[in-house]
C-alpha cells in the first residue's frame, strides 16, 4: 500500500520538464549510454521478472537489443559478449550471492561497464558496479519483493529513456512517457483501492492446491510475477505462460479445478489473449480476469472479473502488478501462512 509514494519518491528529482535526468545515474553515464549498443541484464526471483518486462521496453521503444538471464545460470556457461554491451544488475537487497558474483565475472569479461539498479545504498551491488541507479522503495520488510518490484519496473523505464534517446526514441514518444510516469502513482492509488473486490476474489484460491497465470506480451512477465508471489507466501502451486503456449502442453491441466488467472489491459494483444481464455473456459476452468474496464470481460459463472483504469500501455506492467500482489496476500491471509517469512526463504540469499 505504499507504492503510490515510493514509486513518487523514485521518480523525484529525476524526471521534470519533460526530461530525465541521465546525470542521476552516476557522472560518467552520459559518456557511457553514447557507447550502448546492447544491453545484458542479470538478476535473481522477482528483480529477474523485472528484467524481462524491461527487455520488451528496450527493444520496442529504444530498438536496443537485450538479452537477460538469471544470474544462477549466466554464471556458469561460457559468455559471448558483443562490443557495446551494457552490463546491468537488478536487486532489491544489493546482496544476492548469484547476482555479485555474475557481476565480478562481468568485470573480468569485455563489458562497456557495469550498471546496477538497486534499493539498499552501499550494498555490494551498488559498490562494485560503474553506474548505480537507486530505487526509493525503502525497506522491504517482508521476504518476497512488492515495492521493490514496481519501483524496479519505474527504474528500468527510466533507463530505457536515457539509452532510447540515443537510439530511436523520439523526444515526442519521450515526452509522452515522461508523462505517463506523472500519472503514475494517482494510478496506484486508484487500483489499490481495489482491494475489498480482490479479497472477495482470493477466497476462490484458498482452497486450491494448483494454479495457472497467463499473460502475453509485456504482461507475460508480470503473471509470472503475480505466480512468484503466490507460490512464495501461500504455497500454492502456481505456473505461468504466455497464453498462446496453453495449446503446447499446459492445456490438459485444466479443468474445474484449476484457477486460471489473465491479465487483460485492453491493448493490440487482446483479441488474442480472448482467444487462449476461451480454449481454457471450453474445458471447463474458472477464469480470475484482471481486466481494462473496456475490455469486454462480464462477470458469470465461470468468469470473475476485476476492472481496472484505463492506463497507458507503458504503465500496464506497473499498473496490473498491484492486484497480483493483492491476491497472494489475501490468499495468504486465508490460509494462515506468514506473509512477511515465508517457510525455506530468506529475504537477502547471500550464499
Ligand atoms: C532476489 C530474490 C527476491 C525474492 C527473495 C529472494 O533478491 O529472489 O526477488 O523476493 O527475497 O531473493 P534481490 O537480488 O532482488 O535482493
Not at 527487455?55 to 537485450?66: F, H, V
Request: proline fraction near 5%; charged fraction near 20%.
Amino acid at each position: 500500500f505504499e507504492q503510490a509514494r515510493v514509486i513518487g519518491n523514485t521518480l523525484q528529482g529525476r524526471i521534470g520538464q519533460h526530461k530525465v535526468l541521465e546525470q542521476v545515474f552516476g557522472t560518467s553515464a552520459a559518456d557511457i549510454f553514447d557507447q550502448v549498443q546492447r544491453v545484458q541484464i542479470i538478476a535473481c526471483g522477482t528483480s529477474y521478472h523485472s528484467g524481462l518486462v524491461c527487455k520488451y521496453w528496450l527493444e520496442d521503444w529504444a530498438g536496443i537489443p537485450c538479452d537477460i538471464e538469471v544470474a544462477s545460470e549466466y554464471r556458469y556457461r561460457k559468455v559471448v559478449v558483443s562490443p557495446g554491451t551494457l552490463f546491468v544488475t537488478i536487486s532489491q537487497s544489493g546482496e544476492t550471492a548469484d547476482t555479485l558474483a555474475a557481476l565480478r565475472l562481468a568485470k573480468e569479461l569485455n563489458y562497456l561497464a557495469s550498471l546496477t539498479i538497486c534499493n539498499v545504498p552501499n550494498s555490494s551491488l551498488a559498490r562494485e558496479s560503474d553506474l548505480v541507479f537507486m530505487t526509493q522503495a525503502g525497506p522491504e520488510i517482508g521476504v518476497a519483493s512488492t515495492k521493490a518490484f514496481t519501483t524496479q519496473l519505474v527504474s528500468l523505464q527510466l533507463l530505457t529513456i536515457v539509452l532510447g534517446r540515443r537510439h530511436q526514441l523520439s523526444a515526442e514518444r519521450e515526452a509522452e512517457l515522461v508523462e505517463a510516469l506523472h500519472s503514475l502513482p494517482s494510478l496506484c492509488e486508484e487500483v489499490l483501492s481495489l482491494d475489498p473486490e480482490v479479497l472477495e476474489m482470493s477466497e476462490h484460491f484458498s482452497e486450491k492446491h494448483h494454479s495457472l497465470f497467463l499473460g502475453r506480451g509485456p504482461q507475460y512477465p508480470v503473471a509470472m510475477e503475480g505466480a512468484l508471489k503466490l507460490k512464495e507466501i501461500s504455497y500454492i502451486h502456481a505456473e505461468s505462460y504466455p497464453a498462446g503456449e496453453l495449446k503446447h502442453g499446459p492445456l490438459a491441466l485444466v479443468d474445474s479445478d484449476m484457477p486460471i488467472v489473465a491479465v487483460a489491459p485492453n491493448n493490440d494483444l487482446l483479441e488474442k489473449l480472448k482467444s487462449n481464455l476461451e480454449e481454457v473456459q471450453a474445458r471447463g476452468g474458472m477464469l480470475f480476469v484482471f481486466a481494462d474496464k473496456d475490455a469486454g470481460f462480464k462477470n458469470n459463472g465461470s468468469t470473475k472479473v476485476i476492472n481496472l483504469p484505463h492506463v497507458p500501455a507503458s504503465l500496464e506492467p506497473i499498473i496490473y502488478t498491484l492486484p497480483l500482489q493483492q491476491l497472494s496476500y489475501h490468499v495468504a491471509v486465508l490460509k494462515g501462512t506468514d506473509v512477511d517469512q515465508p517457510r525455506n526463504l530468506a529475504k537477502s540469499v547471500t550464499v
